[in-house]
C-alpha cells in the first residue's frame, strides 16, 4: 500500500482585489464584509492594482480572521517570493452577470437586553440578511459567472462551457450544465446540486470538486443530485422522473 495518496481537493478560497494601500480604509471597509458573509478563517488570495507592504497586509487580513494563502501574480509578487509567500497566477476575467430577480428573506436580531428610555425614544432594530435565492431565467455563456454568497441560485437554464455559478448554499439548473459549479462556497457541506443534465467541467460542493474526466458515466448527460456523504466525498445520484 502506498504511503502517499492524492485526493481531489478545492482549495475553497475567496480573492480580495484591493485598489488602496490605506489599511485603515482596508479594515474599515473589509471588515463588515468578512463577518457579514464568510466565516473565521476564511482562506484568502490578495490583489492589488497598487503597491503595499505585504507583511503588514497579511498581518491586517489574519487580525480580521481572514488566513492569506497567496497573492496573484503581478505587483505583490517580488514581495511574496522574496519571504517565500505563495504567488499563483492571475484568473482569466469572467464577466459576473445580475440574476433575473432575487428573493430576499430578513429576520430581526434578538433584541438586546432592555434599556432604560425615555418617553420620546423608540426601540428600533435593523433587519439583517438572513437567506437570499438568486434566481436567474437566461442561458450563462462563455465567460459568465452568476454567484451568490448568501444562498441558493436558481437557474431555469443551462450553462455553456467556459461559464461558472458559485453559490454558498444549493444550486438548481434546469437545464444542461457544461461549464463549472461550485456550490456550499464558504464550507457550506450541506449544500447540493441538482441539475436536468450533467456535463459540467467540474463540480464542487464545499471545497471538495471532480472534474469531467472523474464525473462517473452513469450520471453523464442525465439529471443528478449532488451532495456530500458523511467521508465528505462527492455522491452523484441519478434522479428519476
Known amino acids: 500500500m502506498a504511503d502517499i ?8 478560497a475567496i480573492r480580495i482585489s484591493l485598489d488602496t494601500n490605506d489599511h485603515d480604509a482596508i479594515r474599515q471597509q473589509l471588515s ?18 497598487v503597491e503595499q507592504e505585504l507583511i503588514a497586509l497579511i498581518q491586517l487580513l489574519i487580525s ?27 484568473d482569466r476575467p469572467l464577466q459576473e452577470v445580475k440574476a433575473t430577480k432575487e428573493q430576499v428573506v430578513e429576520v430581526k436580531p434578538e433584541p438586546a437586553a432592555e434599556q432604560q428610555q425615555t418617553e420620546n425614544q423608540v426601540a ?30 436558481i437557474l431555469t437554464a443551462g450553462i ?46 464545499a471545497g471538495t470538486y471532480c472534474v469531467a474526466d472523474d464525473i462517473p458515466q452513469h450520471v453523464t448527460k442525465k439529471p443528478v443530485h449532488i451532495y456530500l456523504n458523511d467521508n465528505q466525498e462527492l455522491v452523484f445520484e441519478a434522479l428519476q422522473f
Open 160 to 205: 455553456n462551457s467556459g461559464s461558472e455559478v458559485i453559490a454558498s448554499g444549493n444550486i438548481h439548473i434546469y437545464g444542461s450544465v457544461r461549464g463549472r459549479v461550485i456550490a456550499g462556497a464558504g464550507g457550506n457541506i450541506a449544500a447540493r446540486i441538482f441539475c436536468h443534465s450533467l456535463e459540467a467541467e467540474l463540480v464542487s460542493i
Open 124 to 153: 428600533e432594530t435593523t433587519p439583517a440578511v438572513a437567506h437570499i435565492t438568486s434566481y436567474h431565467d437566461e442561458i450563462l455563456r462563455t465567460g459568465q459567472c452568476l454567484v451568490q454568497h448568501q444562498g441558493d441560485i
Open 5 to 12: 495518496r492524492i485526493k481531489g481537493r478545492l482549495v475553497n
Open 32 to 49: 463588515p464584509m468578512l463577518q457579514k458573509s464568510f466565516p473565521p478563517g476564511v482562506l484568502v488570495v490578495i490583489e492589488s492594482s
Open 64 to 90: 480580521l480572521e481572514a488566513q492569506p494563502i497567496a497573492v496573484t501574480e503581478g505587483i505583490m509578487a517580488d514581495q511574496a517570493r522574496a519571504i517565500q509567500f505563495p504567488v499563483i497566477p492571475q
